[in-house]
């Protein structure tokens, strides 16, 4: 480094500098390349997008002031005057963006006539599949009759005076054979033997195709190539048209060998070489040439009008060449560039060729593509030179590099694509790098170093097309405003109609009301053959009437008045006895302690205490109550104690976790502050109130039954959200013996029924038209399952 | 044929239509108007494509003669109602749509089974008597001769001699089976009188029972547990249940229920022969024993007044109810699960409300302590004493005054029966079997699917398979059926509680409140309420009382008012002044 000229390396600096900062601002800059070397590759990254079009007053100012040439420049200027320049047509992304957004408005629309049909048979009960089906609906016998009948004399005279139209019968034709029977079997024959070549030939084909000797594919393959230059030759003379067509194919398969890293070294043949690269020199050069190879592949053929651009490239500095006798490219070029030698083999050549015949002819124009025609032949090497540069170490101490390096890596910042062409070099590097053995080995292992500096210091970032998509939100604004307008307009024009519409059916409703059905009925048939337009909407009745609104005071029963004075008096002196009147549903007699009733029963013989049966309707209260001889007062006791023992026992206690002593003094006769106690008792939630509460004398256990617990539902399937509605649904029963057997048929019904051995034939059209179809009206499923395209 | 002295006061369909004929009549007479009209060629043109509409307007909407289909009685209707549907909880539409749909079909059910219902054509007999007469006084042997020949023979006796017998009906009612003390165990078709088997089983049987059809019957003898085929073959003993005092058969679930001496419950199931339920019941030795159709439990009544219930799968009792201080003599649930007659030895007998478990509804005294209580289908009870058997009418939810129908004999009472579907009280005694005629205690209408007396055999083969295909697993027995219609909520939380421990994982939105929400069930609040209204309408009228009596109220002195400062003044003391 010390070495360098220091002018010249601030320079570079400089330079590399305002590069970087013209890449802070976020427009799309594309320098225009400063050739400062002489190369005719032209590069698709520095393209210019330049205004082409011709300012014709400015050529007619050249033609200037001489009178002859006045008139042309009048006519030019008018000319200009009169012809519009169409608008320069969209951008390829962008029109087809456009394109695909209309096809899929215009497919939306068309899928969704569909919607009302799908959306009905999810919902409906049943489908049954085929959907059509002859309808086996007999005629009634009088109409199947009415069709029987002869004409009668009126229905005659009136088919005189009004003959329906004559249908002509089609007259079937015979079928006509195409051929006789001789022709046939000739016929025939031929196809079987046609059949049987073919057969053959595919066995041959299989055959060669499982031959898996590289060498004689390789043979087979460059067999081919030549026989479709022959060919392509031939055609060239014979017809140029299609010759082109050729090589346009041609060219295309060249760009799928370009997209495809098949001349890579990332291959297993190159792997294999690779390993013993290192020792072997020959295998060296063997990698070299299948790079080459792929290199000159994957080069871009430059157009001519790019070609002019690129004309500075060409001053390449020839010192790496000279500079590295280890360099392969370089022990190539004293015996007879064989690399060159293979890649200028098939099309490539002919292009080559082509171009320069092109030059000849047009070298007059043109000066620049004259350098390009020789140039051609060196551009791979000094292509793979240039590239060579940016693997170059920073040891490499050649200022000139450097600057040279500053192009390279402005182009790598604006396409970050470049980067990825860079990779596989600095994978090249054990085999590429000029340098010795031990170098090399030593580079190899910096390689990771250098790779930021072939790419810069600056950070690549993807350059955005704001363009681009600029211009496509103001374009999507227009259109919005467009559509909206539209619909606006649309909507203006449909109440307009709809005013009109009522204004006539104001003035027919002047008239007999016959017509009017008429005319109506005549119209809503018009308006079905507008099948498309699936009315989705409830057609909702605009009802502009004031409600009229009663007054809502019922009638007062006057009965209070008719009470009588004493009665109320009574009553209000009486015991307050419960009236279910406003709750009519409970019924208060149940709660009021049951009397015993004594009943008169009948006795048995052995019972003599009451001989006669007299069957009074006074009640019979036996003198001794036998009750209390029985009566043990500890079973009552008993089984309260039982009912207390069973509520403690489901009680959760209250858990303690007060420290005596903690924060206070503790110890005998110190009581803990009731408050602190308090704090640290940890009250259980409180139980649910038991079912046998205030029961009496019954006791309810309640536990979980867990063998019951498998049979549960524990989870509420999906559309529910309540257990209430859960509960709900699965509350009927479906089967026969709790149901009548109609609706039990009903409700088990599948949900698809298809009729066996019928072809199921896809819907078609038809299926829009259906009255059934069409006056489906669930928007919400409609909705819902629209979304789902 | 079935019901004697039966009168028919259930207003039939066709009663009603009595007088439409009447109104069509009109209707057709109307004349119809006859337009003359000229055709011209143009007027047909003109026509001609309006052939169409003309037809629409011409052709009547409805056909007036038949206005579809009849009304349903809302009440009727209401019988058949499952309760609530679901409300507008889901807000998928196209799930929400669906669930409209089955809605609507439910509410088809619930129509058709109302509309079904015209086709239960028999109506339920009774006994009427004159004016000031009374039931009771009608004996067997008056209903016999009123009676057509068909209906006399069965009432009937058997005398027999192996002591006192039990008798219990098939399910269906056509068959009889007896068993005595004395071993003598006799199976018959009662209404032909056709003998299916007689044997002697040299043993004491405790206790009968028809197995799920007819062919099989169970005998707890002295030992063990036996079971004969209709020929009086032995085909099981099954020693594990042994010394049973009383069993009952639980169709739907196949079991077949027994307590013994000891106290041991045990729920055998007869399909596949497996013991699914045994343990003590540590109540000591009860012969008082009945299930409740309702949810299959079993009701046992003990020595200490108490009615428990069980279940083969809890060993505890599901509830137990307090219904008498002194020992239970006897038990009877009805046929819908809804009430329970206990009676005690102290001569009482009460209702209860077994399904709510609340009670007692009624509290009878009787003169005598029964031996035996039975509800028929139609909710009829049936009270042994001793001697004679007094039939009950409408006791439950009414206070009856008195019998229904009283039936004397010469013999004790062992227990009895009522034949299903028959108007037919079946009792066993100690010699013999007497069968007497209780007009509609039975329940007219049979569903031959559910059980048929008129039975064949191809009909009851099919019947026994479709019962095994239907069969309800044990476990599903307790005391509220329709457990197994709801969500196990707390499992649920529980689970759900797990799932929103889970990171990453939104929990789901859920609305735990069950459908049936255990309001109300308290009497305390009910009470509280009943209370309050009344003693609201109380102070209310007494207010109108006084308004309209005049009575004005002296008028309080005013208090001197200082203005802002009345705060100041103590009200205490202006009370003691």
């Known amino acids: ?789 | 044929m079935k019901h004697p002295k039966k009168k028919e006061h259930n207003k039939r369909y066709f009663d009603k239509n009595e007088k439409k004929p009447e109104d069509n009549g009109e209707s057709k007479d109307n004349q119809v108007k006859v337009y003359n009209i000229k055709i011209t060629p143009n007027l047909i043109k003109a026509n001609k494509f309006k052939n169409k509409d003309t037809f629409n307007a011409i052709r009547p909407k409805k056909n007036k003669k038949f206005e579809g289909k009849a009304p349903i009685d809302p009440e009727k209707l209401e019988v058949h109602s499952r309760g609530e549907g679901v409300g507008k909880g889901v807000r998928h539409p196209l799930h929400a749509e669906k669930l409209r749909k089955r809605e609507r079909k439910y509410n088809y059910a619930q129509e058709q089974a109302a509309r079904a219902e015209i086709l239960l054509t028999e109506g339920q007999g009774g006994l009427e008597v004159e004016e000031g007469g009374k039931t009771t006084a009608i004996s067997q042997k008056i209903i016999a001769e009123n009676v057509d020949i068909t209906a006399a023979s069965k009432i009937f006796e058997l005398n027999l001699g192996f002591g006192p017998y039990q008798a219990k009906y098939s399910r269906n009612g056509r068959h009889l089976l007896l068993g005595s003390k004395k071993g003598h165990l006799a199976a018959f078709d009662w209404f032909t009188k056709k003998l299916h088997f007689e044997i002697n089983v040299m043993e004491s049987i405790h206790d009968i029972s028809w197995l799920h059809t007819e062919t099989m019957v169970a005998a707890a003898q002295k030992e063990w547990l036996y079971m004969y085929d209709n020929t009086g073959t032995e085909i099981h003993c099954i020693k594990k249940m042994d010394k049973i005092l009383r069993m009952e058969f639980l169709p739907y679930h196949f079991l077949l229920a027994a307590v013994n001496e000891f106290g041991f419950m045990t729920w055998l199931d007869i399909s596949v022969g497996e013991i699914v339920g045994h343990y003590n019941n540590r109540l000591g030795r009860t012969a008082v024993m009945a299930q409740n159709p309702y949810n299959a439990t079993l009701c046992i009544g003990n020595s200490k007044g108490v009615v428990s219930l069980w279940s083969p799968t809890v060993k505890d009792p599901l509830a137990k109810i307090l219904c008498h201080k002194t020992p239970v003599t006897a038990l009877a649930v009805d046929n819908r699960g809804m009430y329970m007659a206990t009676s005690g030895v102290d001569r009482s007998m009460k209702i209860w409300d077994i399904r709510h478990l609340d009670g007692p509804i009624q509290d009878y005294r009787l003169r005598s302590a029964p031996v035996d209580l039975e509800f028929s289908q139609k909710d009829m009870l049936a009270v042994g004493l001793d001697e004679v058997v007094e039939i009950y009418n409408n006791c439950c939810t009414k206070t009856t005054e008195k019998p229904y129908l009283r039936h004397r004999m010469a013999k004790a009472i062992n227990n009895f029966k009522f034949c299903p579907y028959e108007d037919v009280l079946g009792i066993g005694t100690t010699n013999g079997f007497t069968s007497i005629i209780v007009p509609g205690s039975g329940e007219p209408n049979f569903d031959a699917l559910e059980s048929n007396p008129f039975q064949n055999k191809k009909q009851r083969k099919e019947a026994e398979v479709k019962a095994l295909l239907d069969k309800i697993p044990a476990e599903l027995i307790t005391l509220n059926p329709l457990d197994i219609t709801e969500v196990d909520v707390l499992s649920m939380q529980e689970q759900m509680e797990a799932k929103k421990k889970l990171l990453y994982l939104k929990p789901k939105k859920m609305d735990f409140t069950p459908r049936h929400k255990k309001k109300g069930k308290t009497n305390i609040a009910r009470k509280k309420i009943i209370k309050e209204v009344a003693r609201k309408d109380f102070v209310e009228k007494a207010k109108e009382a006084k308004k309209l009596l005049n009575l004005q109220e002296e008028q309080k002195a005013k208090k001197p008012s200082f203005g802002v400062l009345d705060r100041f003044v103590p009200t205490v003391k202006t009370k003691k002044q």
């Open chain 1, 1 to 789: 480094m010390e070495d360098i000229d220091e002018s010249e390396y601030v320079a570079a600096d400089h330079d590399l500098l305002v590069s970087a900062v013209s890449k802070l601002d976020k427009t799309q800059h594309i320098t225009e390349p400063t050739r400062n070397e002489s190369t005719n590759i032209g590069s698709e990254f520095n393209l210019l997008k330049r205004a082409n079009r011709l300012n014709l007053s400015s050529v007619a100012k050249i033609l200037g002031d001489t009178a002859h040439h006045v008139q042309i420049s009048k006519k030019l200027k008018k000319t200009q005057d009169k012809s519009k320049v169409l608008s320069k047509p969209l951008e390829k992304p962008q029109a087809e963006r456009i394109k695909r957004s209309t096809g899929y408005e215009a497919t939306k629309k068309k899928v969704g006539r569909w919607d009302p049909v799908v959306a009905r048979s999810r919902t409906v009960d049943y489908v049954s599949f085929p959907l059509k089906s002859a309808s086996t609906k007999l005629e009634p016998t009088a109409d199947f009759l009415t069709k029987l009948t002869l004409k009668s004399d009126l229905e005659k005279e009136l088919e005189e005076v009004d003959p329906p139209p004559f249908v002509e019968e089609e007259v079937e034709e015979e079928p006509v054979f195409p051929m006789t029977y001789e022709e046939m079997v000739e016929h025939r024959k031929h196809i079987a033997k046609m059949r049987a070549q073919q057969s053959y030939k595919a066995a041959k084909a299989k055959r060669q195709s499982k031959i898996k000797s590289k060498k004689y594919h390789r043979v087979l393959k460059k067999e081919k190539l030549k026989q479709q230059l022959k060919e392509f030759e031939e055609l060239q003379k014979t017809d140029p048209e299609e010759a082109l067509k050729k090589l346009e194919s041609l060219e295309k398969a060249r760009a799928l060998e370009r997209h495809t890293l098949r001349h890579k070294n990332t291959g297993k043949w190159a792997k294999n070489k690779l390993i013993r690269a290192k020792y072997d020199k020959e295998v060296r050069q063997q990698l070299a040439e299948q790079l080459a190879v792929s290199r000159g592949l994957t080069q871009k053929v430059q157009d001519n009008e790019s070609s002019d651009d690129d004309v500075d490239n060409e001053k390449i500095p020839d010192m790496t060449l000279s500079q590295d006798p280890m360099n392969p490219w370089m022990m190539q070029r004293p015996d007879k560039s064989n690399v060159n030698a293979e890649f200028n083999f098939g099309y490539k050549k002919f292009v080559q060729n082509k171009i320069g015949r092109k030059d000849d002819s047009d070298s007059d124009s043109n000066d620049e593509n004259v350098e390009e025609g020789p140039s051609n032949e060196i551009s791979v090497l000094k292509d793979s030179i240039s590239k060579l540069t940016q693997i170059q170490d920073d040891s490499s101490d050649d200022a000139t590099e450097v600057v040279e390096q500053e192009p390279i890596t402005v182009k790598v910042g604006v396409k970050p694509s470049q980067k990825s062409d860079d990779k596989p070099q600095t994978q090249n590097k054990p085999v590429v790098t000029q340098k010795s053995l031990k170098r090399s080995k030593h580079s190899g292992g910096k390689a990771k170093k250098i790779k930021p500096i072939a790419t810069s210091n600056w950070e690549v970032v993807e350059m955005e097309p704001f363009i681009d998509s600029e211009v496509n939100v103001s374009q999507d604004v227009t259109e919005a405003f467009e559509k909206h307008e539209d619909t606006i307009a649309q909507k203006v024009e449909n109440k307009l109609k709809q005013i009109r519409h009522n204004i006539e059916m104001l003035e027919k409703a002047a008239r007999s009301n016959k017509i009017e059905t008429r005319k109506v009925k005549q119209k809503q048939a018009s308006d079905n053959l507008e099948y498309l337009q699936l009315k989705k909407k409830n057609v909702k009745p605009i009802i502009d009437e004031e409600l009229i609104e009663t007054s809502s005071k019922t009638v007062q029963d006057d009965d209070k008045e008719d009470q009588s004075l004493p009665k109320i008096l009574n009553a209000a002196q009486a015991p307050v006895q419960p009236t279910d009147s406003s709750t009519s549903n409970i019924d208060p007699n149940r709660f009021i302690q049951v009397k015993p009733k004594f009943l008169n029963t009948a006795l048995s013989q052995g019972n003599y205490e009451y001989d006669q049966l007299d069957d009074d309707d006074e009640q019979v209260v036996p003198k001794v109550n036998i009750e209390e001889v029985f009566e043990e007062d500890d079973v009552v006791a008993s089984f309260r104690q039982e009912k207390e023992d069973e509520i403690n026992k489901d009680k959760p206690e209250e858990i303690n976790l007060a420290l005596p002593g903690w924060g206070s003094w503790g110890g005998k006769g110190i009581k803990p502050q009731r408050r602190k106690r308090n704090r640290f008792i940890n009250k259980p939630a409180p139980a649910m109130p038991r079912r046998d509460e205030n029961k009496g004398d019954i006791i309810i256990k309640e536990h979980k039954n867990p063998k019951l617990g498998v049979h549960k539902v524990k989870d509420v399937p999906f559309p529910f959200e309540s257990v209430k509605d859960y509960e709900a649904s699965i509350r009927a029963p479906l089967g026969n013996t709790f149901i009548p057997e109609k609706a039990h048929k009903k409700l088990i019904r599948p949900s698809v029924i298809t009729k066996a051995g019928k072809i199921i034939e896809p819907m078609d059209e038809e299926e829009l038209l259906l009255p059934k179809n069409k006056s489906f009206r669930n928007e919400a499923v409609i909705k819902l399952l629209g979304q789902k395209k």
